[in-house]
């Protein structure tokens, strides 16, 4: 898949955990391994910075926030970082 559809993925992600109702049960690890998935296909072999300042804001919001979602559940590494 090219970078474009894993950043399409990304925010419809985004979007699903933002109009759950919050009764709704996501499967965690499912959307702990596509999150590392869309980060190690749309940065690639970029560095974190390089990332972070090539990326539309709409794309990086939708990713911190998922970020951030997957937080609650456990520790995750810096953001953007894949370990």
Do not use: W
């Amino acid at each position: 898949m090219r970078p474009e559809s894993f950043r399409q993925l990304c925010i419809h992600m985004h979007n699903k955990l933002e109009q759950a109702s919050g009764s709704e049960d996501f499967p965690i690890e499912l959307i702990k391994n596509i999150y590392f998935l869309i980060i190690k296909s749309v940065r690639g072999a970029k560095t974190n910075q390089q990332f972070h300042g090539a990326e539309s804001p709409q794309f990086l919001q939708a990713l911190y926030n998922t970020y951030k979602y997957l937080r609650t559940f456990g520790p995750m590494p810096h953001f953007g970082k894949l370990s």
